[in-house]
């Protein structure tokens, strides 16, 4: 499906959400080092935990709210949010105040609203694509966020350091200006819903209460639920991306020569390794999302979860046994690899287990697998402290050929019984 012949919505999207993206990966993946530099590791870990469990909530509520209010409402009322959380967290880093408490909580408050964003965006692609197109719809949008993965990191490693103020200010009106957009040039695209009248004695928990029902619906389903546990322990190694292995290189990586000519070199630290693997990963998903999902559509969806996950297994351990600039950049295009086979593919897996009215609840059950992923994976930074890194990279590969069995039975039990909405 081309670009030119997309929804009037999603084109708007496309473009605006790219300049969100490249700006917030101007600083985003060399927070954790922050923070780590400024509380130590055990307590940065413990804390980036703590702020993700607010994120879980919040994406649960996404979902019922892109269901109940629509997916244009939550997704303005969330890049709003998100910027102004952006602007609070600059505060924090500004000549008049230096806080990495504020800083952490402002972080915090826009994971928050990230969340509430992520489940209304992808019921909105599923509401006006239909079936056949939206894996590669999905994948172009997930390629517009590695070319961000690209530029975004490139910039951060020249201008975060000196310029961390000015780059959470202009996130956060990027943002902003994002929420006026979808505001003026988008459209409601939610299922009408006969909406039950709200009694003027209805208690403050009724809303709770019908979401925790229909989440429990959705739980019922066995396939989708073997999807979740299976993508949670899966994100325990994709999620190390700005995590672990930003922390591990600049641990291991003092001055390395990456290439010279003649007398001269070109030589990096950690930091400014990690910058350039993250791009790499950014570079190779733009350049190959579309034409390794096309790829992996000719393959049953089974072989492709599957060895997905063995394939990041296989990046983990070489990320684990090398401290040379070269083989994190091999270990990285494996690990890319991995990530390729699952995009666009997932996420079409979703849409098709998901009855039309409850599009919003799934997609925001399905996310569920970045957003615990996310509250657990900040432990393997403690982890490094106590067992050291050799056996928490250990234990990441454990954990991602643990996902690779649980989509095998996911799939079997698929086959044996129809998941619910399909």
Known sequence: MRIRDWDPNLKVRLFSEAMMNITFWMFFPFLTIYFAEEFGKNKAGFLLVFSQIFSVIANLMGGYCADRFGRKRMMVISAIGQGLSFLAFAFASSPWLQSPWVGFVAFSIAGVFGSFYWPASQAMVADVVDEKDRSSVFAIFYTSINIAVVIGPILGAIFYVNYRFELLVVAGIVCILLGLILAKWTRETAPIQKVEAV????????????????????????????????????????????????????????????????????????????????????????????????????????????????????????????????GFIVAMAVFTFAELMGAGIQQSFVSKLAPEHMRGQYFAAASLRFTISRTIAPLSIPMTVWIGYEWTFFVLTILALASAGLYWLMFYSFEKKPAVGS
């Open 199 to 326: 009694c003027a004695d209805r208690k403050w928990y009724y809303f709770l209460q019908n979401q925790v029902k229909d989440y429990a619906l959705i739980i019922k389903d066995r396939t989708f639920l073997l999807f979740i546990i299976a993508g949670v322990l899966a994100g325990q190694t994709f999620m190390q991306l700005d995590l672990l292995f930003p922390v591990y290189m600049k641990d291991v990586i003092d001055f390395q020569t990456l290439f010279s000519i003649g007398d001269w070199e070109f030589t990096v630290k950690g930091e400014q390794a990690f910058g350039l693997v993250l791009a790499e990963n950014g570079l190779l998903v733009a350049l190959l999302t579309v034409a390794v999902t096309k790829w992996m559509s000719t393959f049953k969806e089974l072989n492709v979860f599957v060895l997905s996950s063995v394939v990041y297994a296989i990046s983990i351990v070489l990320f684990s046994q090398t401290h040379w600039i070269w």
